[in-house]
């Protein structure tokens, strides 16, 4: 999967996977741009978030992430 953040062009390297050790489960993945920078993505799960539903459905938007930090 490829998403833009600020301008530049980041690729997963991996499926996003949740992250439920904070108070409000995330949904996170690593994710690499075209120089070879490492970062980290994150996007919240929607409000009614259950453990039970598909991964495609634990975020409104993933071309939008909420929290990109490079590593």
């Known amino acids: 999967m490829i998403i833009m953040w600020e301008g530049k ?7 996003p996977y949740l992250d439920d050790s904070l108070e409000q489960p ?3 993945a690593h994710a690499k741009d075209l120089s070879g920078n490492r970062y980290d993505v994150q996007w919240h799960t929607v409000q009614d978030y259950v453990d ?12 939008s992430p909420d929290a990109v930090y490079r590593m």
């Open 52 to 63: 039970n539903i598909g991964r495609d459905e634990h975020v409104e938007t993933w071309s």
């Open 26 to 28: 995330i949904m996170r």
């Open 9 to 15: 062009e980041l690729e997963l390297t991996e499926q």
